[in-house]
């Protein structure tokens, strides 16, 4: 029993050294700090990755509200810190600690985000003796960046794009509206939208179809318009810092083929495709739509393997 205690005792300790620290960075642009999850040590000669996460509420560890709950960034960089690689996990401006950052959390553009990169990016290089900061966009993460790295390539040590977009997010959101028959009387209005937001111009809410709302609405218009602008494969072409594409073959929301697509924008690329790996970043059995979406809850269904390994590889060949 004294020996089981110890042992006991010995892994709350190695837990506890292990545990993620809270870390924040503040900016002109801002009213309160932002809020984040230091993994590892950062120091000189050790890699610093910022993990920018996905799209609306997503919290930093990957969770949000509607059963989001799978803990693919918690699990990400408590993988990458077993392999010595420290990262930063983020709660975006408006949202969850970060909340008091911004009155909306509606009232964004992809250049807020850009700015909120740029300054956590400065707190981590200071942390690091002036080092530069990878970047770790996933899903809609990855197009901001993206879009960080083509404005200032210099502020950063190169990108690391899992399940990230590689079209417009307008192509994306026409093709899944139009994938539905139903769909077809309002369509046209659809591309009016589209064509208008893209423009910078706004779309009075009673112009448009009610079912249309909440993609469309007034309250986010100003940050999809910002999305619409920019175009994933003239983004990651603006530089030639080092980047990594990975995705998953099981990925429900951002298909292989978009990775494929920035691959191509970005010949010297290194593109991973993961068999069985789903948009969540675990591990499902292929071809079974009913696993692969319970796995968007269960937080308990390790990181995939190759997911980690992958960024690991990728940054030790570009020490």
């Not at 890699?47 to 560890?61: E, Q, W």
């Not at 399940?163 to 369509?187: C, E, F, T, Y």
């Not at 072409?237 to 990594?244: C, E, F, I, N, R």
């Not at 697509?261 to 071809?287: F, M, S, Y």
Request: hydrophobic letters at 45%; aromatic letters at 4%; proline letters at 8%.
């Amino acid at each position: 029993m004294r020996l089981a205690l110890c042992l006991a005792a010995s892994l709350a300790l190695a837990t506890a050294a292990h545990a993620g620290q809270p870390i924040t960075t503040q900016h002109a642009g801002i009213e309160a700090p932002l809020h984040g999850t230091l993994e590892g040590e950062l120091a000189q000669g050790t890699p610093a990755v910022l993990i920018i996460p996905g799209s609306g509420p997503t919290d930093r560890d990957g969770n949000g509200p509607l059963g989001l709950s799978p803990d693919s960034y918690k699990l990400l960089a408590e993988a990458l810190a077993q392999k010595g690689i420290a990262s930063v996990r983020v709660d975006k401006r408006g949202m969850f600690a970060s909340a008091a950052a911004i009155p909306d959390p509606n009232d964004v553009t992809v250049a807020d985000y850009v700015a909120d990169i740029e300054s956590w990016s400065a707190t981590l290089s200071e942390r690091t003796g002036g080092q530069c900061v990878w970047l770790l966009g996933h899903s809609e993460g990855g197009l901001h960046t993206m879009a960080a790295a083509a404005k200032d390539p210099s502020r950063y040590c190169g990108l690391l794009l899992v399940a990230s977009p590689g079209v417009n997010v307008a192509d994306v959101i026409r093709a899944q509206l139009a994938a539905n028959p139903a769909n077809a009387p309002i369509m046209e209005q659809v591309d009016t939208i589209i064509a208008k937001l893209k423009a910078g111009e706004s779309v009075p809410a009673d112009e448009m179809h009610p079912g249309l709302l909440p993609l469309f609405g007034p309250q986010v218009q100003g940050f999809v318009g910002s999305m619409f602008r920019h175009e994933p494969s003239e983004l990651i072409a603006k530089h030639d810092l080092p980047v990594l594409i990975v995705n998953g073959r099981e990925d429900l929301q951002t298909p292989a083929s978009d990775a494929q697509i920035l691959a191509e924008a970005r010949p010297d690329a290194t593109l991973v495709l993961l068999d069985g790996v789903n948009h969540v970043l675990k591990q499902v059995p292929e071809g079974d739509r009913a696993a692969n979406v319970a796995s968007y809850g269960n937080p308990d269904l390790p990181i995939a393997l190759g997911v980690p390994e992958a960024i690991a590889t990728f940054l030790a060949d570009h020490r």
